[in-house]
């Protein structure tokens, strides 16, 4: 068995956080467009019938096609046991992951407060503002309730000595935001103890190590959800 | 039994998605904030322990707190029998609903698009740019899927005859982007003839008749997620 992974395939995007929580688990998928283009998405998304999803990334299991990313990995935490077990804590990753859902949009519309329909280079100033804005009001309150959640536990992840998704996915917001803001993220660093600990933790998740070393993990790039415009960086 | 909903109490914003459920499915509860104020709900949520939400709404039984509007609807659906009641179509309605969650935050940016730690008309430049890519752009793009969902069964709602929150949401959509847009939405109106018959279904729930015509219903103003500012507005 093995999962069709569906997302673009020259960035890591929102699609990034299904392909980490797949790669740790060692979950068998394709990344479907990374070996038949981006066409092949738009073509495979169109012709889908039914509740089909809103956009990429999703996840086909057969005849079973499930979108966005919070969702995606509740299920796939259900399916293969990534998460606590428990309805209670389960409830608790999955509210944890839409906040992550949350942030990252949060971090696409710096780049893009006007429209995902305009270039970067075509709202730059609109983005300074807005970059401003996160910087100083939105990274200390996302990463201030992260490192509070990842005490309620003893560390290194959220539950404890088990990892699951939601750390993958913090993993990958504090690189994606530590690309993107590396000013603002060596400011701020020495503040969240325990989402670095974490996010070292997770580099030696075997299946993460093996992936990160990989051709597999795509490289950061000014076309993802973070991208490293120094105009738009500051302490 | 009944539960307590925080949320802010002087406007519907996304805890009304939450307030349309309860009121639809005829179930019990308390909205907090209406009765103690604003104060009462920030002093409730700092002292929350453990994996608190981020950000009301969120719901509260007894030892138990959820929040994300998404997730709470799908816990409510679950435990009220809300939903279809077969794993597969319930994780769609969980995904139709995350879409909403979407373009609830982006309706939001389009008021804010440089930060939400800033008033309106410290950012109406910016503002009046990224109405104009969402009313072309997004409006569109969102209301001919959800019209698409639509006709995936039999109408008027997106299971057919049995409403679930999803309906409820999708009708304060519409409601909320024919308050903020009016101009727009009144020129789009005859592409989603779907759209709207579910609207239309929506307000003859018996719960939701009674909750309309209630003062429980907070009219819609400009300090909540739709607000009608004419400059942002156009056919």
Redesign the interface.
């Given at each position: 068995m093995s999962y069709d992974l569906w997302y673009w395939p020259n960035i890591q995007g929102r699609g990034e956080f299904v392909r980490l929580a797949l790669e740790g688990a060692g979950i068998p998928y394709r990344d479907r467009a990374r070996e038949d283009g981006a066409e092949a998405l738009m073509r495979d998304l169109l012709a889908r019938q039914?509740?089909?999803?809103?956009a990429p990334p999703y996840l086909v299991d057969g005849d079973?096609v499930?979108?966005?990313v919070?969702?995606i990995l509740a299920?796939l935490s259900d399916r293969h046991g990534l998460g606590a077990g428990s309805l209670?804590?389960d409830?608790?990753?999955?509210?944890?992951q839409?906040?992550i859902t949350?942030v990252v949009?949060e971090t696409h519309?710096v780049h893009h407060?006007?429209?995902?329909?305009?270039y970067y280079h075509d709202?730059k100033p609109?983005a300074l503002?807005?970059a401003?804005?996160?910087r100083?009001?939105?990274i200390p309150k996302?990463l201030g309730?992260f490192e509070?959640?990842l005490g309620?536990n003893d560390g290194p992840f959220v539950l404890g000595k088990k990892w699951t998704p939601v750390d993958t996915s913090l993993f990958q917001l504090v690189e994606g935001l530590t690309y993107a803001f590396p000013r603002r993220m060596g400011a701020l660093k020495a503040a969240y103890p325990r989402l670095y600990a974490m996010h070292g933790a997770v580099t030696e998740i075997d299946g993460i190590a093996a992936y990160l070393s990989s051709d597999r993990r795509i490289p950061f790039n000014e076309d993802g959800i973070f991208r490293h415009y120094p105009e738009l960086d500051a302490e």
């Open positions: 039914g509740f089909k999803p809103f079973f499930i979108g966005q919070a969702h299920w209670e804590t409830l608790q990753l999955i509210q944890l839409l906040t949350d949009a519309d407060p006007v429209g995902a329909d305009k709202q609109e503002r807005a401003a804005s996160f100083s009001a939105r996302y309730y509070a959640a309620v």
